[in-house]
């Protein structure tokens, strides 16, 4: 029984969604007469109160397309230092923006209000412009932590009064919302964009979610097509974002229990040390003594349990939809018996 906790993108469909997805109704989307995407962009934006939504082949697209629609060649984006848009989309924000990043140290992934005003360059020749702000909830490197709700409004307030646009990372949002108990509405009143990724704790074997006002979206539309993000029968993977939306955020819940499960378990081993808040289906920890995370990682293997070692010392595993309750008894019984 192979147990997969690299990460929620190696979920594959379910016999439900695979049949929603035989059975959808397609067209041509960059002709905009995909009905099943035009249905599941409708449905995304009504879900956060905005007025639109395009469906992108991944949540990497999503963001740097909001990204170059945010701002200027020459332009600056503050952000956390291990940003998912800063660290793992290739350089992106330089290469399809032409703009820089000022990274700050946060923590557990997030920054505060205080930190923003401090990086905002002032109106000066000699500096580059900042425009955006991104923040990323749930946080990947800060193991699924999630934002307090007052720190995103304090830093809405201060992106308002310095003319900033506020972006955000929701490749996990859904988990924070399950997390917290906020609503997407929330999300959509405070933010100018917002990417949701389907394809992780969605189930979803493609795509990703860019919601916004309906010019943002119009001008994102036209970078997709840049990007080479224009697909044709989308429909049937659309079909799939549809049927998670309807059936997968409640069960979400159960894949942060899961994840709290294995992480009680590792908390008694000699071999572990600091593990990182578990708020979500991240579990982040550090490995010493007897093990690093290397040989860990390729013990856990010769039992066909699949994690990740993400630095020297690190180990991250990654609960999802494909992940049962007898597969995390069988984790947490074979990390005891290490």
Not at 205 to 217: D, H, K, T, V
Not at 253 to 280: C, N, R, S, W
């Amino acid at each position: 029984m192979r147990i997969e906790l690299r990460s929620d993108t190696f979920t594959r469909p379910t016999p439900a969604m695979l049949n929603a997805m035989m059975n959808a109704e397609v067209g041509d989307d960059v002709f905009g007469e995909d009905p099943t995407v035009n249905l599941l962009e409708k449905k995304a934006a009504e879900m956060f109160g905005k007025e639109a939504a395009i469906y992108c082949p991944t949540g990497t697209m999503s963001n740097q397309i909001a990204i170059k629609v945010h701002t200027q060649p020459g332009d600056e984006v503050i952000c956390e230092q291990q940003a998912h848009v800063y660290i793992y989309e290739g350089g992106g924000i330089a290469f399809l923006s032409g703009s820089q990043v000022k990274a700050i140290p946060g923590q557990g992934g997030r920054i505060t209000a205080e930190q923003v005003v401090g990086a905002i360059n002032p109106d000066d020749v000699h500096k580059a412009r900042t425009s955006l702000v991104c923040l990323e909830n749930t946080s990947n490197r800060g193991g699924g932590s999630c934002y307090n709700w007052q720190d995103i409004l304090h830093i809405r307030q201060v992106c308002t009064m310095n003319g900033l646009a506020l972006h955000l990372d929701g490749a996990r949002l859904f988990n924070a919302l399950v997390a917290t108990g906020q609503t997407a509405r929330q999300y959509g009143e405070v933010f100018d964009s917002i990417s949701v990724c389907l394809n992780k704790g969605l189930g979803c074997p493609i795509g990703s979610i860019l919601i916004g006002s309906a010019e943002f979206i119009r001008k994102a539309r036209r970078v997709r097509k840049v990007f080479g993000g224009g697909m044709r029968q989308a429909g049937f993977m659309a079909a799939a974002g549809v049927y998670a939306l309807d059936h997968h955020i409640e069960r979400l819940q159960q894949d942060h229990d899961h994840a709290k499960q294995i992480a009680k378990v590792l908390a008694h081993k000699d071999f572990v040390g600091t593990i990182l808040p578990v708020e979500t289906n991240i579990l982040i920890f550090e490995v010493k003594g007897r093990f690093s995370s290397q040989t860990l990682a390729d013990t856990l293997r010769h039992y066909d349990i699949h994690c990740m070692a993400i630095s020297p010392t690190q180990i991250r595993m990654v609960t999802h939809l494909d992940v049962t309750p007898s597969m995390v008894h069988k984790v947490c019984e074979i990390l005891e018996g290490l």
